[in-house]
């Protein structure tokens, strides 16, 4: 049974016990009494209850108000940001595969979709382990998940649409995997200095810039730019050692195979109800972050573009162009240290900042998971508008993690018998698959028992 109206007609699983008392009551938040609803990002609204996502059950009750066992949903009618912190093991991967399995087609419907219109999703899949998104968990293999999902009354699903991209030189194990490769155009000055450690500022970042210049209007190779740098008509008084350089790094690229001049055509992959799986594991990290910034420029782009279109159609009242786009985007980063840290080059935190700032008006929703939440990039933090706050050891991250949460965090809270008052006490307390969720439109953080998920999930051994 998905979002109900009746009372005692939610799902599956009933939560009745829980070691967790909140001191401090909530005293504003999305709820609907009828059917026990909890709803999180966004307000109060007396419209159906549409474009919802189904995460879990509400874990704690509290002084006042108790909300345990409530179903708890996330909104997908707003564009969000979502932080997910956690240290190894306590459930980041899962909530990525909970938010994929409830924006896609999937092959039967399913209660952990409230009236949704299926989105395409991309995901920055840094462990390849999203792979088994695209089959239904089954055999022994799955069976502690299988009876999980029996406990929830949820049955066991697919993705109907999922592509999986991997790298030229990565193993192929599933057979239709799709070659990823990116275009040197689609690569910016500032980019290619930073891949080929030059500053931009410098006789090399000069150079480049001039052969780039060059090949601007074609659809060139790493061998154009190689070509155009050897002939050394180019900035001729650049020195033969530093224009070696550039050659030698050029060339190791070349080897690389990850640049194709007819690579990845982001346009092509906005299909509604499709998730595209970028499996990313063997790359470098530099490399990692690079198929990210490309991938949120080009995303900002189109949807920008499609957004503006369609307003301006609305304003003249013509009617747009048909147009196959979805409406919404999400992309989805695991282990968002890798791509986007606080310190040092990478080329995808220029291109997120800007996807974040942009995305409000383009349809653009970004999940960021980490287990070093001291070290993402605070620009894109900065927006942040939801919180997924799993168990965290280090008081360095939990600093940082509660730093990024949009609304309070508990003042306290009776665990077993026992008071605790520091939250990050708290946050130390809790299981694998629970969470504390924040965000604007509850006046507090509030303990979430994430549910299982109903497509297949790979566990700690990716492959
Ligand atoms: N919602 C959940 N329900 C049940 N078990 C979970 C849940 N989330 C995580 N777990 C358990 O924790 C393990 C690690 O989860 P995972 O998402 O891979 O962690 P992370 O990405 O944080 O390292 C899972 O294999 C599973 O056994
Ligand atoms: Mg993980």
Known sequence: MGFSNKLADYIGKSIEKTQYIAIDPIVKCNYVQKGKNFIFGRGDDDSAPSDLLYIGKILETASG????????????????????????????????GILIEGLSQLDQSSPVQQDITPVTTFLIDTQSQFWTLRYEPKGSDCKKQLEELKAWNLQPNALADAKIFVPRDSTK????????????????HEEWCGLLGQEVYSPQGHLLAEVLEKLATTDFSLDDMIRNLREGRLSASVAESSRNVLLYRLADYARTGIFDPSGLKVEELLIPGRCNIFMLRDLRDED????????????????????????????????????????????LVDEAHVVCPSSGDSPAREALVEYVKRGRDAGLSLVLATQQPSAVDDRVLS????????????????????????????????????????????????????????????????????????TTHAGQSPL
Not at 300 to 306: E, K, L
Not at 402 to 418: C, D, E, H, N
């Open 383 to 454: 927006q942040v508008n939801l919180s997924f706050s799993h168990r965290l050891t280090f008081q360095s991250d939990i600093n940082a993690a509660v730093a990024r949460i949009p609304t309070k965090t508990l003042s306290g809270l009776r665990f077993s018998g026992t008071k605790i008052s520091d939250f990050g006490d708290i946050l130390r307390l809790v299981e694998a698959g629970q969470c504390f969720i924040g965000d604007h439109a509850t006046s507090r953080t509030i303990l979430v028992q994430m549910r299982p998920r109903i």
């Open 65 to 96: 108000s108790s909300f345990l066992g409530a179903d708890a949903w996330l909104d997908t009618r707003f564009p969000h940001v979502l932080y997910i912190t956690g240290t190894r093991g306590s459930g980041k991967s899962m909530d990525l």
């Open 173 to 188: 194990f599933i057979g239709d995997e799709l070659p990823l490769t990116l275009r040197p155009r689609d690569v910016l």
């Open 288 to 331: 990692k972050a690079l198929v990210t910034a490309i991938l949120a420029r080009q995303l900002f782009t189109i949807m920008g573009r499609h957004h503006q279109q369609r307003r301006v159609s609305s304003f003249f009242g013509t009617s747009a162009s048909e147009s196959r786009i979805p409406s919404r985007v999400w992309l």
